[in-house]
């Protein structure tokens, strides 16, 4: 039998060791490898049309009205319900997308690429607040502001960022964990890290100062302008930690709204899914949990990464989530050692003295202890169309680590 | 009819997530339906009034304003939640803030990575488990935990022995560890009082007792009630013992257990009687073979061994310097005083197991034929078998001198015994006869030794000066009573255990330690000023058997 121990050590280290620099922005059709026109990447595990929540349906149908595939929601759910759509997890094609995740062949997307591995990860722009497609608005507005930022900021950002050297975005984070960000729930401080670094790069490539000024402001004012590249990186870093023989570290965690999907270093390609939790959280004026999606979303690859939730103590502005008060926060993070392999080497919390983030589930810690991961999230109306309704913390049923111990003991001959 | 209220803080910034949090606390109010706490941007102008919370004054609030708006059942109902808002963003529940409780040892040790103990209370199915992880991590264990298999018992408390590490337990109620009471312990004064016990009850009592008579403890080390059964052979009485001996704090030791088996007490004695302090022996219900003998000191009871400690603590105790290393080989006792062959061998046996002898009090030490010897032996010369048609051995030294040839010459023997006793009556010169056999014989074998016990008096017709004096110049050790003998012969040949494994080495201080169950434990480490963390500890993987036999295979 493989040495675990060793296994995960070396799972881990690729992970902390990768270093995901954000290379360019261009048409997802482009880049990343095996999209094509009627593909809708999705969050989460795969799933099928008719177990989509509310949001994920609703995002669907926003992706092939954008696309241009269909020309409302009744033509698109028409379409989907001849077979003329195909779906797969973004997670298939190196790739990863905020809430409902839906990404077709012609929207912008980032491009990472880890300099220590050589390997790629995606993800689409962020559409900021209020009625976006990742919560499963489709409505005019929704759409009028994607095709901006697929005509307008994507190819702006594609320019700037065409002639530097990419932004590092390990390094980046590094920086806003320092400056209360999490990386998953909180990304102020790294949004306006970001926007400052495009700044420059922007600026010398716009051609008209009202474009410049809109994208600009666009990417400053949206706290979580940064978000998609994180996740992309995280994707990067996952990635790398995938497939070591022998290893029980996870390197994927992904919600489509209906199942709650994990996947293992060393378990090849297999997802173990089960239905997702309800988000414990805090809502927006007049929605109460009643209202609230089931779990949903790639962002989770944070916490696989070692920030998000498993970062909280360093995040003190949102301690609420966690019940209010700063030393909860620390034990969210502490809580999260004891599932963990290794503490980052890149990614560290001041108030711990500097301790590293805990990095790399290992799902025997998990089942061992019956502790499972701590996730910060976004809550979804559980309607397609209503957009974010709060946000709070969620964990993975575990039922899908007991299930990935089970075949990890099968393939493994135990 | 419901009424609708609000109030603008012009300028006051609050993160959302304090803002949802004030929101929640806003509707569990009395009468309150519904509440907003939002930054007045457009955005949550929008869900406001989607929710019906907009009101003419909240529609006019700036981007920058902090807007708070209660939905009631009456005026007065929503007023009042608006006069709270203040109060409740102060608000903390007191369920929450509290210090972090690990789920395993692992995330404890990483917090209190200085953590040298554990302790653990869990159901005793899963305890040997976390002991083991424990030691595996380089702690000493404290396991209060009992229904742990005797298997398991001797084999932790074998990895202690390797590994230098305490196994204090199963089933160990009370230590005390540099001036910290683990467990049920009372809190006593530091001191120069080392303590190791398989009674919990009998630590507390004599730690107890001996702080009440103004002495003080160094360290009382539990061991778990069934460390002096023969199959545990005392692993962690011998490795305390080892500890305190060794403890330049320590001055006077004190052993405490129900009645231990015969051969582990004699080992104990054995190495007790090596261990270079007083050492008082409080096994209750044993029979010690004399009040003191060399440096041990057997109490008649648990107040009786607090009463000794102290007393030899502030006495200054003396320890006698003839307990120098000890001899291989057997001894022959060749007695010709019956009474003090029955009072030799009664403390020898304490020490040296077994003692053959033909007035053996214990069948199984019978001599087989008074006329041979059989390892350790002492033979009483005086009896019936030895006498018909001869002399008594008090007046004929003839039997003595042909039986001392055959012992010396018996290449297993390391010391040969005799009593010479003087007086109106006996032989008018005993040394005159023995003295140069047993110059002889040491001449022939040079690691034999001699000890003479010679009872008498200065007025004795033989000279008693003389007498000594004789036997001295031809290389015995001469001494004066059964119970320097016996304290003399059992340090001399009792070679106690060798220490065998890793010596523990110094308990750190301050003491840091990881509580692994009843949580009682954890906040008496606490509230003793120790560092500590607590294990909330459940069942590995919450008691499903598949899962947990897995994960048990991925542990090798």
């Known amino acids: 039998m493989a040495d675990i121990q060793q296994a995960n050590q070396q799972a881990v280290e690729r992970m902390m060791e990768a270093r995901p620099i954000l290379k360019g922005v261009a048409v997802a059709k482009d880049v990343i490898p095996g999209m094509k026109d009627n593909l809708i990447m999705h969050a989460g595990p795969p799933i099928e049309w008719e177990r989509m929540s509310g949001p994920m349906r609703g995002a669907v149908i926003g992706g092939l009205i954008c696309e241009g595939l269909a020309k409302d929601a009744k033509s698109a759910e028409a379409m989907v319900k001849a077979g003329e759509v195909e779906f797969a997890p973004c997670h298939h094609h190196q790739s990863v997308g905020p809430m409902a995740g839906v990404t077709t062949a012609s929207m912008m997307v980032y491009i990472l690429e880890n300099e220590t591995h050589g390997n790629q990860a995606y993800s689409n722009l962020n559409e900021g607040y209020g009625k976006v497609l990742r919560y499963g608005a489709y409505s005019d507005e929704v759409i009028t502001k994607l095709k901006w930022m697929n005509d307008v900021m994507g190819p702006m950002l594609a320019a700037a960022l065409e002639g530097s050297d990419g932004i590092d975005i390990r390094a980046l984070l590094s920086e806003s964990l320092h400056m209360g960000d999490e990386g998953h729930n909180r990304n102020k401080a790294g949004s306006i890290l970001y926007t400052a670094k495009l700044a420059p790069l922007i600026a010398r490539v716009a051609k008209d100062e009202a474009e410049e000024a809109e994208v600009l402001k666009f990417l400053g004012d949206n706290a979580l302008s940064v978000l998609n590249p994180v996740m992309a990186a995280c994707k990067a870093m996952a990635d790398a930690a995938h497939g070591v023989e022998g290893s029980t570290v996870v390197t994927t965690m992904a919600r489509n709204g209906t199942d709650f999907g994990i996947r293992v270093s060393g378990l090849d390609d297999a997802w173990f899914t089960a239905p997702v939790e309800q988000p414990d959280g805090l809502y927006f004026p007049g929605y109460t949990s009643e209202d609230a999606s089931g779990d949903i979303g790639d962002s989770t690859i944070t916490e696989t990464a070692g920030i998000g939730g498993y970062a909280m103590a360093t995040a003190p502005a949102i301690v609420q989530f966690v019940s209010g008060t700063a030393q909860d926060a620390l034990n969210a993070t502490l809580e999260m050692y004891e599932i963990t392999v290794a503490e980052h080497s890149h990614f560290t919390i001041p108030n711990l003295e500097f301790r590293g983030t805990p990095t790399g589930t290992d799902i025997r810690k998990v089942v061992e202890l019956g502790l499972l991961p701590r996730i910060n999230t976004g809550i979804a109306h559980k309607e397609a169309g209503v957009g974010q309704v709060g946000a709070g913390l969620v964990r993975p049923p575990m039922k899908i680590f007991e299930d990935a111990l089970l075949a990890y003991a099968k393939k493994y001959d135990l | ?556």
């Open chain 2, 1 to 556: 009819m419901s009424v609708t209220k609000s109030e603008i803080r012009p300028g006051a910034y609050f993160d959302s997530v304090v803002l949802m949090q004030l929101q929640r606390s806003l509707v569990a109010l009395d009468g309150v339906e519904d509440a907003g706490v939002v930054m007045a941007t457009p955005a949550n102008l929008e869900l406001l009034a989607d929710s019906d919370l907009l009101t003419g004054e909240g529609k006019a609030a700036n981007p920058d304003d902090l807007l708070i708006v209660v939905r009631a059942d009456n005026a007065k109902a929503a007023e009042a939640a608006l006069a709270q808002v203040d109060e409740l963003m102060k608000q903390r529940r007191s369920s929450i803030g509290q210090e972090y409780r690990a789920r395993s040892l692992a995330g404890a040790a990483k917090s209190l990575p200085e953590a040298e103990w554990t302790l653990i209370s869990v159901p005793g199915r899963y305890a040997a488990d976390v002991a083991q992880e424990a030691m595996d991590s380089g702690k000493h264990v404290f396991l209060y935990s009992d229904n742990v298999s005797l298997e398991d018992e001797i084999k932790l408390k074998q990895q202690g022995v390797e590994k230098g590490l305490l196994v204090m337990g199963p089933d160990c109620g009370t230590a005390i560890i540099n001036g910290i009471g683990l467990g049920f312990a009372n809190r006593v004064r530091r001191g120069d009082i080392g303590l190791v016990g398989a009674s919990g009850t009998g630590l507390q009592a004599i730690t107890a007792g001996i702080h009440n008579l103004g002495g003080g403890v160094s360290q009382a080390i539990g061991t778990g009630g069934r460390d002096l059964k023969s199959e545990v052979a005392a692993s962690t009485m011998l490795q305390g013992l080892a500890y305190l001996e060794a403890d330049p704090a320590t001055k006077v030791i004190v052993l405490v257990s129900k009645p231990p088996a015969a051969e582990v007490a004699t080992r104990l004695l054995q190495t007790a009687r090596h261990a270079g302090k007083p050492v008082v022996v409080a096994f209750i219900g044993y029979a010690p073979p004399a009040p003191a003998i060399g440096n041990l000191y057997f109490a008649a009871g648990m107040d009786d061994a607090a009463r000794l400690a102290v007393e030899l603590s502030q006495g200054g105790a003396k320890v006698d310097s003839k307990a120098a290393a000890p001899i291989q080989g057997y001894l022959r006792g060749l007695f010709s005083g019956g009474t003090l062959a029955s009072e030799t061998l009664l403390g020898l046996q304490a020490f040296l197991s077994p003692v053959f002898s033909n007035v053996a009090m214990r069948k199984e030490q019978e001599l087989a034929d008074p006329l041979t010897s059989q390892a350790h032996t002492i033979v009483d010369l005086g009896e019936d078998v030895f006498t018909v048609g001869r002399l008594h051995p008090m007046m004929d030294n003839d039997l003595r001198l042909r039986r001392m040839q055959e012992e010396a010459e018996d290449k297993e023997v390391g010391l040969i015994l005799l009593d010479v006793v003087l007086g109106e009556g006996a032989h008018a010169d005993p040394a005159k006869e023995l003295a140069p056999a047993i110059a002889k014989h040491k001449k022939a074998h040079k690691d034999l030794e001699f000890v003479a016990l010679v009872v008498g008096t200065d007025e004795d017709p033989q000279n008693l000066d003389e007498q000594v004096s004789a036997f001295e110049k031809a290389g015995a050790v001469v001494l004066r009573s059964v119970a320097e003998t016996v304290a003399y012969v059992a340090a001399r040949l009792a070679a106690g255990l060798p220490a065998a494994g890793q010596p523990v080495a110094a308990f750190s201080e301050p003491l840091a330690a990881i509580n692994v169950g009843v949580e009682s434990f954890y906040e008496s480490l606490k509230a003793q000023g120790a560092a500590a963390m607590q294990v909330d500890w459940r069942p590995p993987a919450g008691g499903n058997e598949e899962l947990a036999s897995i994960l048990a295979k991925m542990r090798t």
